[in-house]
């Protein structure tokens, strides 16, 4: 055979394999999916109680929350599995053969459920948490990765803090599964041993020699510092930029919708109306629970919409106005209530319920598009100290979602009442949660999650995410105010597709929106 038929054969081969693969088949509907050309392999580096474990659990849960699907491998679990009970650091001596043995058999099987994930699970991301302390590891990772067509970028932990060392085993290690018997001075005591076993061989990433050629960012020190080199690609640099904006620290985030808003006792969503009588004594009972909860140093943010800044007014302190804190734009449905749009846009009533997630209002957004417009929040909350954010059910979502870890499916339909604060305190491999109702009634804007099947005709429509937002024949968009002080407009406008002609108002033309010089021109046009 020829080396061009040989070459012909391979090239077949391999675009079968590509068909049968379920992510060449299917087309993900995820915005942030189509950040990589390839899987990516990250992999954690770093001495026992760096905060590899921390780091991995928070980059995994904030690039899922973008839509990349992540998935961490940790390596001491596959440990413990296959070594039942834990006895002493003797067992990470290097001199330990048997122990090495297992070990290395435990990364093995690690990996090889890393290149399932990667390319039969439909995942994009995975995170190898392992300490990963010598080269011979680091070499064995980077021949799996190649030998699978994969992507690595390396993450290293350096701390020299004994104080936050300390603080680190007593917060996480204390609880592990290797120390049933929670005793703070044998844990502190042998946790130290450990650490020093792995000393004997750790060997650093080398940025000027041995590892000049690699991806790879260096924390130094729980953020003090940082080191980043050869950043190959879109993904890498989110994970470099995420990773110099989280910062280990004290703090909480509350979180709470405007007060009660006129449109929201008349049903009606989006808009910028008032608050109602209900929705400012909300405002006054927040002010009081600022006060009782000695919330001095707290940092107020708003949206520009007039329900949140009037919340905001009465609690008598600064506060800041961010655009992007406005509630997700709902377009040709702005200022409908849910009845108004099932009777006036029954195809697009059904095609939210069918993906609320993903399903983006005609001249709007969709929660997937909110998601990506609330990002900078993120990366703010993350660097601040205390803040209290009053925003909207939809923004609320989003925010709630990232820091509780839930999917797409799930964030459409978190309840997030009106009149009640959620206070968010992050904790080590998490975020504790606690609700404040402030003894103000308020009506219920929330919208249960459908149950039942979806109607056949409209389970056929895929469209209006951020990768086919196909736009709607009936494009009025309403105009947005974004300051206090306004006057709203006048009244609302009715539904687009009430603007045009009986005669035409179930065709639609091909060239619509097209300007023709002469009516010669217009005689291919179709109407369908």
């Given at each position: 055979?020829?080396?061009?038929?040989?070459?012909?054969?391979?090239?077949?081969?391999?675009?079968?394999?590509?068909?049968?693969?379920?992510?060449?088949?299917?087309?993900?509907?995820?915005?942030?999916?189509?950040?990589?050309?390839?899987?990516?392999?990250?992999?954690?580096?770093?001495?026992?109680?760096?905060?590899?474990?921390?780091?991995?659990?928070?980059?995994?849960?904030?690039?899922?929350?973008?839509?990349?699907?992540?998935?961490?491998?940790?390596?001491?679990?596959?440990?413990?599995?296959?070594?039942?009970?834990?006895?002493?650091?003797d067992f990470f001596r290097h001199d330990n053969e048997e122990a090495?043995?297992?070990?290395?058999?435990?990364?093995?099987?690690?990996?090889?459920?890393?290149?399932?994930?990667?390319?039969?699970?439909?995942?994009?991301?995975?995170?190898?948490?392992?300490?990963?302390?010598?080269?011979?590891?680091?070499?064995?990772?980077?021949?799996?990765?190649?030998?699978?067509?994969?992507?690595?970028?390396?993450?290293?932990?350096?701390?020299?803090?004994?104080?936050?060392?300390?603080?680190?085993?007593?917060?996480?290690?204390?609880?592990?599964?290797?120390?049933?018997?929670?005793?703070?001075?044998?844990?502190?005591?042998?946790?130290?041993?450990?650490?020093?076993?792995?000393?004997?061989?750790?060997?650093?990433?080398?940025?000027?020699?041995?590892?000049?050629?690699?991806?790879?960012?260096?924390?130094?020190?729980?953020?003090?510092?940082?080191?980043?080199?050869?950043?190959?690609?879109?993904?890498?640099?989110?994970?470099?930029?995420?990773?110099?904006?989280?910062?280990?620290?004290?703090?909480?985030?509350?979180?709470?919708?405007?007060?009660?808003?006129?449109?929201?006792?008349?049903?009606?969503?989006?808009?910028?109306?008032?608050?109602?009588?209900?929705?400012?004594?909300?405002?006054?009972?927040?002010?009081?629970?600022?006060?009782?909860?000695?919330?001095?140093?707290?940092?107020?943010?708003?949206?520009?919409?007039?329900?949140?800044?009037?919340?905001?007014?009465?609690?008598?302190?600064?506060?800041?106005?961010?655009?992007?804190?406005?509630?997700?734009?709902?377009?040709?449905?702005?200022?409908?209530?849910?009845?108004?749009?099932?009777?006036?846009?029954?195809?697009?009533?059904?095609?939210?319920?069918?993906d609320k997630y993903h399903y983006r209002y005609p001249g709007g957004?969709?929660?997937?598009?909110?998601?990506?417009?609330?990002?900078?929040?993120?990366?703010?909350?993350?660097?601040?100290?205390?803040?209290?954010?009053?925003?909207?059910?939809?923004?609320?979502?989003?925010?709630?979602?990232?820091?509780?870890?839930?999917?797409?499916?799930?964030?459409?339909?978190?309840?997030?009442?009106?009149?009640?604060?959620?206070?968010?305190?992050?904790?080590?491999?998490?975020?504790?949660?606690?609700?404040?109702?402030?003894?103000?009634?308020?009506?219920?804007?929330?919208?249960?999650?459908?149950?039942?099947?979806?109607?056949?005709?409209?389970?056929?429509?895929?469209?209006?995410?951020?990768?086919?937002?196909l736009s709607s024949h009936d494009q009025v968009k309403r105009p947005?105010?974004?300051?206090?002080?306004?006057?709203?407009?006048?009244?609302?406008?009715?539904?687009?597709?009430?603007?045009?002609?009986?005669?035409?108002?179930?065709?639609?033309?091909?060239?619509?929106?097209?300007?023709?010089?002469?009516?010669?021109?217009?005689?291919?046009?179709?109407?369908?």
């Open positions: 055979m020829s080396s061009t038929q040989r070459e012909n054969g391979a090239s077949t081969n391999s675009i079968e394999a590509k068909k049968a693969d379920p992510r060449w088949s299917e087309k993900k509907c995820s915005w942030a999916s189509y950040m990589t050309n390839s899987p990516t392999m990250i992999v954690m580096i770093g001495l026992p109680a760096r905060g590899k474990t921390y780091m991995s659990k928070k980059l995994t849960r904030y690039l899922n929350w973008i839509g990349v699907p992540t998935k961490v491998f940790n390596l001491g679990v596959y440990r413990r599995e296959a070594v039942r009970a834990y006895k002493s650091y090495m043995k297992i070990r290395k058999q435990c990364a093995l099987v690690a990996l090889q459920d890393v290149r399932v994930y990667l390319t039969e699970e439909w995942g994009q991301i995975a995170v190898f948490d392992a300490t990963n302390t010598t080269r011979e590891r680091r070499d064995l990772i980077q021949a799996f990765v190649k030998e699978n067509g994969f992507k690595v970028f390396f993450v290293e932990s350096v701390c020299d803090d004994p104080d936050v060392i300390a603080a680190n085993i007593l917060e996480v290690k204390v609880s592990s599964p290797d120390y049933p018997e929670k005793h703070r001075e044998r844990v502190m005591e042998d946790f130290l041993k450990r650490i020093e076993c792995y000393k004997v061989t750790y060997q650093p990433l080398d940025p000027d020699d041995y590892d000049k050629d690699l991806s790879f960012i260096k924390v130094i020190n729980v953020g003090q510092r940082f080191l980043v080199n050869r950043v190959q690609d879109y993904i890498q640099s989110k994970i470099v930029y995420y990773l110099m904006n989280i910062h280990v620290h004290s703090h909480s985030i509350y979180l709470c919708r405007h007060g009660e808003s006129d449109h929201n006792v008349e049903g009606r969503i989006g808009g910028d109306s008032e608050l109602s009588p209900r929705g400012k004594q909300f405002a006054h009972a927040l002010r009081d629970f600022i006060d009782e909860h000695n919330l001095s140093d707290l940092k107020v943010w708003t949206s520009q919409l007039r329900r949140t800044i009037q919340t905001a007014e009465e609690l008598g302190v600064p506060y800041e106005q961010w655009k992007i804190l406005n509630e997700i734009d709902a377009g040709v449905c702005e200022e409908m209530t849910y009845q108004m749009i099932q009777e006036t846009f029954p195809e697009e009533f059904a095609l939210r319920d069918q957004e969709s929660y997937q598009d909110l998601v990506q417009r609330l990002e900078p929040v993120i990366m703010e909350l993350e660097r601040q100290g205390n803040v209290l954010v009053i925003c909207h059910q939809a923004v609320m979502r989003c925010l709630l979602a990232y820091f509780l870890d839930k999917g797409a499916d799930d964030l459409p339909y978190m309840k997030c009442p009106l009149h009640t604060v959620l206070k968010l305190t992050p904790v080590a491999y998490g975020c504790k949660v606690e609700m404040f109702y402030l003894n103000v009634e308020a009506v219920n804007t929330h919208r249960d999650r459908p149950i039942g099947n979806i109607p056949r005709e409209s389970a056929l429509i895929h469209r209006r995410n951020s990768y086919t937002p947005r105010l974004y300051s206090a002080g306004n006057q709203p407009w006048l009244p609302l406008a009715p539904a687009p597709s009430a603007l045009m002609p009986e005669s035409l108002q179930s065709q639609d033309s091909l060239c619509e929106g097209i300007d023709f010089d002469s009516s010669e021109e217009t005689s291919g046009c179709v109407r369908f």
